[in-house]
C-alpha cells in the first residue's frame, strides 16, 4: 500500500512538471507572436461578452472539430471535481486549474483560424464601442 502512494505521488509529480513545461511554452509563444495582441483585445472586453464570444465560436460552422474538442474538455475539465491536485490544497490545488487554462487558452488561440477570430472580436468590440457611445450620450 505504501508503494502505491509513493508511485502515485511520483505519477501527480511528473504531471505536474509536464504541465508545467507545457504552460510555460505556450506563454512563451503567445509572447512571441500576433496572438499577444489579440489575446490583450480578447481580455478586454467585458465578462459576459467573452461568455458570448465563446459561445458564437463554438457555434461558428467554420472552425475545425479540434478546437471545440479543446474547448469543451477545457470546460469540463475546470468544471469537474476530479484534478490532479484537489483543490483544498492551499494554494497548490488551484496551480493545475491555472496551469490548464494556460495550455487550453494558448491551444485554441493557435487552432482556431486568425481571420475567423478577428471577425466575431471585432464584432464584439464594436457592441462594447455603441454601448460606450450610448451611456455618453444618455449623460
Known amino acids: 500500500m505504501e508503494e502505491f502512494v509513493w508511485v502515485s505521488l511520483a505519477v501527480i509529480v511528473a504531471g505536474l512538471l509536464l504541465l508545467i513545461a507545457l504552460a510555460v511554452f505556450t506563454w512563451w509563444r503567445i509572447q512571441r507572436s500576433d ?46 471535481p476530479i484534478d490532479l491536485l484537489p483543490d483544498f490544497i492551499p494554494v497548490i490545488g488551484y496551480f493545475d486549474d491555472i496551469l490548464i487554462v494556460i495550455v487550453g487558452a494558448g491551444l485554441l488561440l493557435r487552432s482556431v483560424p486568425r481571420y475567423i477570430l478577428e471577425e466575431h472580436v471585432g464584432r464584439y468590440e464594436e457592441k462594447a464601442r455603441e454601448a460606450k457611445s450610448l451611456e455618453t450620450a444618455r449623460r
Open 35 to 80: 496572438e499577444k495582441k489579440l489575446a490583450k483585445r480578447i481580455a478586454k472586453l467585458p465578462f459576459l461578452d467573452k461568455i458570448s464570444l465563446a459561445g458564437a465560436l463554438f457555434a461558428d460552422r467554420r472552425i475545425p472539430m479540434a478546437p471545440r474538442i479543446i474547448a469543451l474538455a477545457l470546460v469540463l475539465y475546470i468544471a469537474s
